[in-house]
C-alpha cells in the first residue's frame, strides 16, 4: 500500500480528528498548536479514493448547479517540523 503527500492549504471542518494520528517521525501526537499553526503533511491512500456527484438548485444564482465531492482515505499526518523533546 502506497501513499502520497496532499498538498493542502485549505482547513478543515473537523480538524480536531488530527490530534488522532501520531508523527511516525518523531512519535508525538499533532497538538492544537500544531494544527492551528498549518504544522503538518497529509498523506493518503494513492487508491480507492472515491468521487461523487451531487446536482442541487441554487436559488442564489437562479440555477441548478453540480458539486463535486472527492473523497480521500487519510493514512498519515506527520508534523513539517517535529517538536524538539
Known sequence: MSTVELK?????????YL???QC?????YLSD???AESN?????SDY???????????SLVGRKLTQYNLTFWLKSV??????SD
Open 8 to 16: 493542502f492549504e485549505g482547513t478543515f471542518e473537523s480538524s480536531n
Open 19 to 21: 490530534k488522532d494520528f
Open 24 to 28: 511516525v517521525n518523531c512519535n508525538h
Open 33 to 35: 498548536k500544531d494544527i
Open 40 to 44: 503538518y503533511s497529509l498523506w493518503v
Open 48 to 58: 480507492s479514493n472515491e468521487l461523487s456527484r451531487d446536482e442541487f438548485y441554487s
Open 78 to 83: 506527520e508534523h513539517e517540523y517535529c517538536p
